[in-house]
C-alpha cells in the first residue's frame, strides 16, 4: 500500500438508510475510455456517501491506473473496493431497478425520468433490492442493447445547443439528487412487494421472444423494434416476482400446446 492510500478507511454507504425509503445505490459505469474520468466518478460518489462502484468492460489499461487514483483524491478507498464485469447484465442481475442516463431522444425505449423524480421513486419501484444507475460511454452513451437492460433512463435537463456533460459531472448531480432525496420523503416501497431483479426479467424477455417466434408473429415484422416495444410495457409494469413467475407458466403452457399441435398426425 503506498503513502496516499496509508490510513484510509474503507467506503462506506452512507445514503442507504431503510428508515428513509432509499434502497442501496450503485454506480455502473460502461465502456468509459479515460481514467480521470473513474477517479472523477469515484470522487462525485464519496462526497454523497456512495461507495458501490462498477466498472463494465472499461477500455484496456485505463483502470487500474495512476492517473485514476489521482483524480480520486480521497475516494482512493471506492476504486479499491470498485469490481470489474464483462457485460451490464452481469453488473446488474441481482438488481431489482436499473436505471439508464441519457442525454438524447430515443424513439423506442424505457419510460424518461427527471433527476429528482427517479431518486424520488425509487424506493418503490426498487422495493428491498438495489438500484443501479448506468452511465454510457463518454462519447456515444449507452448502446441500445444497453437500455434494454434498463427499466427506466433518466435525463440530466440542459441547455439542447449543448447537451453534454463529463461523466464525472453527470455523476456528481445525480449523487447529489440522491442524497438529498431522504429530506423529501421518498416513498416507500409496499408491505410484501418483492420486485422482480434484472435477471429473472431478462428470463422473462427471453421466454418471451422464444414463444413469439414459435407462432409467427415475428413473419415479415421488424422483430428489434417489437421486442424493445414488449420490454418497455413490463419495465412499467414494475413486476414482482410472483408475477414474473405467473407470466412464465402462461408462456410454459403455450410451449405445451404448441408442442402437442405440432406433434399430431
Request: charge should be negative; aromatic fraction near 4%; hydrophobic fraction near 40%.
Amino acid at each position: 500500500m503506498d503513502a496516499d492510500r496509508a490510513g484510509q478507511t474503507a467506503a462506506q454507504d452512507t445514503t442507504h438508510n431503510p428508515a428513509d425509503g432509499r434502497p442501496p445505490l450503485r454506480v455502473v459505469l460502461c465502456g468509459t475510455t479515460h481514467p480521470g474520468n473513474i477517479g472523477g466518478a469515484a470522487r462525485a460518489m464519496k462526497t454523497m456517501g456512495l461507495s458501490q462502484l462498477v466498472l463494465v468492460d472499461p477500455k484496456p489499461g485505463i483502470f487500474p491506473s495512476d492517473e485514476a487514483t489521482a483524480r480520486a483524491v480521497s475516494a482512493v478507498d471506492v476504486l479499491d473496493n470498485a469490481r470489474v464485469c464483462a457485460t451490464l447484465a452481469e453488473a446488474v442481475a441481482d438488481c431489482t431497478l436499473v436505471v439508464g442516463t441519457t442525454a438524447r431522444e430515443r424513439h423506442i425505449g424505457p419510460q424518461v425520468m427527471l433527476p429528482r423524480d427517479f431518486c424520488a421513486e425509487a424506493g418503490q419501484l426498487a422495493g428491498d433490492g438495489e438500484v443501479a444507475l448506468v452511465f454510457g460511454r463518454e462519447r456515444t452513451g449507452l448502446t441500445n442493447e444497453e437500455v434494454d437492460l434498463c427499466q427506466r433512463l433518466v435525463r440530466i435537463p440542459t441547455q439542447s445547443a449543448f447537451a453534454s456533460l463529463n461523466l464525472a459531472a453527470a455523476v456528481q448531480i445525480l449523487a447529489y439528487e440522491w442524497i438529498q432525496s431522504a429530506a423529501r420523503l421518498p416513498q416507500a416501497a409496499p408491505e410484501g412487494y418483492r420486485p422482480a431483479r434484472s435477471e429473472e426479467l431478462e428470463g422473462l424477455i427471453g421466454h418471451i421472444d422464444r414463444v413469439i417466434k414459435r407462432t409467427g408473429f415475428f413473419a415479415g415484422k421488424n422483430q428489434d423494434a417489437i421486442l424493445r416495444r414488449i420490454r418497455r410495457i413490463y419495465a412499467r409494469a414494475a413486476l414482482d416476482t410472483n408475477e414474473i413467475n405467473i407470466l412464465r407458466g402462461q408462456l410454459a403452457a403455450t410451449e405445451k400446446t404448441l408442442d402437442s399441435a405440432t406433434a399430431e398426425p
